[in-house]
């Protein structure tokens, strides 16, 4: 059973080669594609491509309740969200990693919950990532010699478009790195008890600088700097310890009403 899930974002692709793969059904519909067994640093873990195997759900669109049931039904605690992101600030720059500690929420219209009633919980979010799992891929990132920042807030927009010049000078104000898919895929696997962390790489200046960002140098700096990404995952998972000491499955002792 993988203990560990990773969902890959834009432009990650073959993270291992998989030994299996599960076609899971969900009460909120299919994953973004069959989930894919296989093994990284000799530890067994799931894999599902965030948006579709051929990157047929745009971010808004991404069935992510069903991706973390799938996980969770497959025996999954840890959840690892490899995420490309536009930089907000001059020293976040394209290529660096960010081992994000923080998210602000600016999306509009997705299924944030697993609880739409008769049963309420309310989740706490005020520390929402896993301090082992941030902690090992951190000192695993400083260890491989790749620019890595230990912290960051992630702004999560709706998209699929692009933030305006003035909108991305707002969110320089309180965040350091940009994206559309934080959210809710953290909130859910939260709810369901699981640890989450988000290896986000960026790849662009955003447009509060010079140049608008566009889909196709994201892209092409993501499958740039993937090596890292797939370096990291392979040193770092095997480092995961098996019991979980995070307490982040401690908010399920308090969550309903
Ligand atoms: C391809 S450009 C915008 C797209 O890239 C990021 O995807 P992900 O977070 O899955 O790596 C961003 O959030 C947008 O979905
Ligand atoms: N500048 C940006 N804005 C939103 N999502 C992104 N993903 C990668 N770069 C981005």
Redesign the pocket.
């Known amino acids: 059973m993988p203990r560990i899930g990773i969902i890959g ?4 692709y073959g993270v291992f080669e998989p030994k299996e793969t599960v076609k899971v059904h969900t009460p909120y519909g299919r994953p973004s594609a069959p989930v894919e067994i296989g093994e990284i640093g000799g530890v067994e873990v799931a894999f599902i491509p ?2 579709g195997k051929h990157h047929e759900f ?2 808004h669109e991404v069935p992510y309740r069903a991706n973390i049931w799938a996980l969770k039904e497959l025996g999954v605690e840890r959840i690892i969200g ?4 536009g930089s907000l600030r001059e020293e976040y720059r394209p290529g660096d990693i960010v081992i994000t500690d923080q998210f602000i929420d600016f999306t509009k219209k997705r299924d944030y919950t697993f609880y739409n009633g008769p049963r309420v919980a309310h989740v706490s979010m005020a520390d929402p990532f896993c301090p082992e799992m941030r902690k090992i891929f951190y000192e695993t990132a400083k260890e491989l010699g790749f620019p890595v920042h230990e912290k960051g807030t992630y702004v999560c927009i709706e ?2 478009r ?1 933030s305006t010049r003035a909108e991305s000078f707002m969110f320089r104000q309180y965040a350091h790195i940009i ?4 959210v809710p895929e953290i909130n859910l696997a939260r709810e369901l008890g699981m640890c989450y962390a988000n290896i986000a790489t960026v ?1 662009d200046y955003d447009v509060w600088a010079d140049k608008p960002v566009d ?1 196709q140098e ?2 092409r700096v ?1 499958a740039e700097n993937n090596y890292k990404v797939q370096e990291l995952l392979r040193k770092a998972i095997p480092r995961i310890p098996e019991e979980r000491k995070c307490g982040c499955a401690d908010v399920l002792k308090s969550m309903f009403v």
């Open positions: 974002g834009s432009g990650v965030r948006h745009p971010p490899v995420t490309a992101v998209g699929p692009f994206g559309m898919t934080l790849t889909a994201v892209l993501m």
